[in-house]
């Protein structure tokens, strides 16, 4: 187990939100303290940083952005066991695959929190607490 907690993407999207400082100064906080992220975390800011930003980032700054930042906290990569485990998760808990596959990350990176914004508050799962640091 790790006390660096685990990462949704939602947290790291609002370190960017201009529209929510609350929410901005909340994840900017989080971003400047041990934390750690899977692939898929990669993956879903790019997307977002990319094309759903009011202000989309230059695609050179969103690969300084990932290489200084989120690649050094990147704990977990795919697997099938990892996928194996999102699919038992999700039908657990009805949470959707995506959510799951989170989750299953959170798990396998030792992470004793997730922060996310999407998931029910408090809930815990085996050693896992879901946590919303913007309640």
Known sequence: MTDKPFLDTNVIVYA???????KS???????DSEWQISWQVVQE???VALHRFATPMR???LAEFIELLLWPRCTVLPSVDLYREAVAISRTTQYRFYDSLIIAAAIASGATRIFTEDLQHHRVLGDLRIENPFV
């Open 16 to 22: 960017f939100d201009r529209n929510d400082r609350r």
């Open 25 to 31: 100064a909340v994840a900017n906080r989080i971003l």
């Open 45 to 47: 800011f790019s997307h």
């Open 59 to 61: 695609p050179e700054d």
